[in-house]
């Protein structure tokens, strides 16, 4: 279990912003945080991945409008939302891959729903 804790989900209308945030001790030392999502029918699918290697890594759907950070000193990750869609409506988790192996880790998930 990741012990993570989202928080920052909600409904708002389409062009608004979200901000979601991610707590937990494994925030801290994790090599790979990201946020994955999964729209209704679809498969989970990735919104953000911040590496220490390569840095930040977005899908082309959230290029230019999602920004995954760390929160320096903290314990804490965040995923910056802007000009929101309806097709980013979804389940939103937060997660952890300790050496950027593929093998997450999520919390529980926190629901985004943006109407038109």
Known sequence: QAQLVESGGGSVQAGESLRLSCTGTRLITASCVGWFRKPAAREREVAAILSA????????????????????????????MNRLTPDDTGMYY????DDCS???SFAQGTQVTVSS
């Open 53 to 80: 290697v390569v840095g930040p890594v977005y899908p082309d759907s959230v290029k230019g409008r999602f920004s995954i950070s760390r929160v320096n000193g903290e314990n804490r990750i965040e995923l910056q």
């Open 94 to 97: 937060c997660g952890v891959d």
């Open 102 to 104: 593929a093998r997450w």
